[in-house]
C-alpha cells in the first residue's frame, strides 16, 4: 500500500518524505485555504513548491464544477508539473470531465466518495485514483472499511485499473484497517502516520536495552 500525506503544509510534508515512506500527496480547497494560501498565483505557487519536495503523484482539486470550467482548471494544473494529478468531485460534470482527461492523457483523482456505485461510475470514467472518505462515514456510524474493502472487490472482479485511495484517515487503525482490505494507497495526516510508530513495549523495551548496554561499555 502506498502512503501519501493529506496535507497542504509544506513543513509535514517534508517531514513525511525525509521518513523516506513518502509516495505522494493529496491536497483539497479545505487544506489549501489552512495554509493561509490566497490567489491564483500563491496556488500555483504552492503546488509547484510540494512538487519539488516530493516525486509522486500530488493531487490539487479544482474549484469548477461544469464540465468546460473543471477542464479548463485542469489543464491549468496538469501543466504546473508532471505528477500533478487532477482532483475532481464525483458529480455529473466531473465524470464527464474525468473522461476527458483520460482520454487526453491527465491524471485525475475523483474525490467526496461515499459509495460502491460512485466509485464504479468513477472507473468507468477512466480515473487514476478514487478517493472514498471513510472518516467521514464513520462519522456518520457507517463503516468506512467495509466500503474500501467493497470497491476493492469490485474493481479487482471487473478488472478497473482506477487505485483505491483511501481517503479521509483520521487515526493508525485506520491505516491498519484500509491496508487490511486492500487498498491501494492511504492519504494520512502527518499525526496518523507517526501514530503508526506507538507502542508501549517498544520505549519499555528499548529503556531495558539501552540500560543494558550502559553495563558493558565498560
Ligand atoms: O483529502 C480529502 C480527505 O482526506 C478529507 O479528510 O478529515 O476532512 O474528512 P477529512
Not at 487526453?104 to 467526496?112: A, H
Not at 461515499?114 to 462519522?139: E, M, N, Y
Not at 484500509?178 to 492519504?187: I, K, L, P, S, Y
Request: contains cysteine; proline residues 3%; hydrophobic residues 45%.
Amino acid at each position: 500500500m502506498k502512503f501519501f500525506i493529506d496535507t497542504a503544509n509544506l513543513a509535514q510534508i517534508k517531514e513525511a518524505h525525509d521518513l523516506g515512506i513518502l509516495d505522494g500527496v493529496t491536497t483539497n480547497p479545505s487544506l489549501m485555504a489552512k495554509e493561509g494560501i490566497k490567489g491564483h498565483a500563491a496556488i500555483m505557487d504552492h503546488y509547484k513548491a510540494i512538487c519539488e519536495i516530493t516525486d509522486g503523484p500530488v493531487s490539487a482539486e479544482v474549484f469548477g464544477t461544469t464540465f468546460e470550467e473543471i477542464v479548463e482548471e485542469g489543464k491549468v494544473l496538469a501543466a504546473i508539473h508532471d505528477n500533478i494529478v487532477v482532483k475532481v468531485p464525483m458529480i455529473k460534470d466531473g465524470i464527464k470531465a474525468i473522461k476527458w482527461f483520460s482520454d487526453n492523457g491527465i491524471q485525475t483523482n475523483c474525490t467526496l466518495v461515499f459509495s460502491a456505485g460512485q466509485a464504479i461510475l468513477a472507473a468507468k470514467a477512466g480515473a487514476s485514483f478514487v478517493s472514498p472518505f471513510i472518516g467521514r462515514i464513520d462519522d456518520s456510524s457507517w463503516d468506512g472499511v467495509q466500503l474500501i474493502e467493497q470497491i476493492v472487490n469490485i474493481y479487482n472482479s471487473q478488472g478497473f485499473m482506477t487505485e483505491v485511495l483511501a481517503a479521509s484517515i483520521r487515526n493508525p487503525l485506520h491505516i491498519v484497517r484500509c491496508a487490511e482490505a486492500g487498498a491501494d494507497v492511504c492519504t494520512c495526516p502527518l499525526s496518523s502516520i507517526l501514530g503508526l510508530l506507538k507502542h508501549p513495549l517498544t520505549d519499555l523495551g528499548l529503556e531495558q536495552f539501552l540500560k543494558d548496554a550502559k553495563t558493558m561499555a565498560h
